[in-house]
C-alpha cells in the first residue's frame, strides 16, 4: 500500500525567504509519480509540481523545485524567494498507475510580510 | 475554457438527510475521481470513473455512498441517510488518459462542503 508522511503540519517563514517542506512516502512500485499540490483558502487543489520516479533530475518550476531521494523515499519541496501568495497548505501526494492519488495530511504554510 | 466545477458549493443535511453532490468535468477529460477530504486532512480516494464505467470503488467508506456518470460526462456523489462523520469537503477531479501513468494530470473542482448536523 502507499503512504504518504508529512511531518510538519505549520510552518511559518518570513516574505523572501526560503522554506522546504519535508515529505516522505513509500510504495512497492518501481514506476510511480510524485506531486505537489497547493490548496490556498478557496480550497482549489493547484498543482505546483511532479516527479517521475525515472527521473534522477529533481524537477523544477520557477521558485519550486523538489529534492527527490528514491532511495531515502523523501521528496522535498523547496520555495526560493517566497511571497505571500504562497501562503497556502501544502499536499504532497504520490500516483501508481492505477491512478489513484495518495495524498499526505498536509503543512499549513504561512508566508509573513 | 472552463474547469472542473462542482455544486453546491456548500450544503448543509440535517442527520439523515439524503445528499447529492454534482462535478462536471472538464469536456473531453475520460476520467473522473471523488475524494473526501475531512477537516485538517489530505484528501482520501473515494471512487474513480473511466468513461461511464466505474472501475475502482474501494475508498467508499459504505454502502450509503453511491456514485455514477451515466453519460461519462458528469458525476453524481449521492449519500443516503447522512451522518455527522460525513462532514467534509468532497473533492471532484478529472483528467485526459493517455494510458501512461503520470501523464494523467488531475484537474480539481473547487469541492463541496458537506456539514450534517
Known amino acids: 500500500a502507499q503512504t504518504v508522511t508529512q511531518s510538519q503540519p505549520e510552518m511559518s517563514v518570513q516574505e523572501a525567504e526560503t522554506v522546504t517542506l519535508s515529505c516522505t512516502y513509500d510504495?512497492?512500485?518501481?514506476?510511480?509519480?510524485l506531486f505537489w499540490y497547493k490548496q490556498p483558502p478557496s480550497r482549489q487543489m493547484i498543482l505546483v509540481i511532479r516527479q517521475e520516479a525515472y527521473k534522477q533530475q529533481n524537477a523544477t518550476e520557477n521558485r519550486f523545485s523538489v529534492n527527490f531521494q528514491k532511495a531515502a523515499k523523501s521528496f522535498s519541496l523547496k520555495i526560493s524567494d517566497s511571497q505571500l501568495g504562497d501562503t497556502a497548505m501544502y499536499f504532497c501526494a504520490s500516483m501508481n498507475r492505477d491512478d489513484k492519488i495518495i495524498f499526505g495530511k498536509g503543512t499549513r504554510l504561512h508566508i509573513l510580510p | 475554457g472552463a474547469g472542473v466545477s462542482q455544486s453546491p458549493r456548500y450544503k448543509v443535511a440535517k442527520r439523515g438527510q439524503d445528499v447529492a453532490l454534482r462535478c462536471d468535468p472538464i469536456s473531453g477529460h475520460v476520467s473522473l475521481f471523488w475524494y473526501q477530504q475531512a477537516l485538517g486532512q489530505g484528501p482520501e480516494f473515494l471512487t474513480y470513473?473511466?468513461?461511464?464505467?466505474?472501475?475502482?470503488k474501494s475508498g467508499l467508506p459504505s454502502d450509503r455512498f453511491f456514485a455514477e456518470r451515466p453519460e461519462g460526462s458528469v458525476s453524481t456523489l449521492k449519500i443516503q441517510r447522512t451522518q455527522q462523520e460525513d462532514s467534509a469537503v468532497y473533492l471532484c477531479?478529472?483528467?485526459?488518459?493517455?494510458?501512461?501513468?503520470?501523464?494523467?494530470?488531475?484537474?480539481f473542482g473547487p469541492g463541496t462542503r458537506l456539514t450534517v448536523l
Open positions: 477531479a478529472s483528467s485526459t488518459r493517455t494510458g501512461q501513468i503520470g501523464n494523467n494530470e488531475q484537474f
Open positions: 510504495t512497492s512500485e518501481n514506476n510511480y509519480y
Open positions: 470513473f473511466q468513461n461511464e464505467a466505474q472501475l475502482d
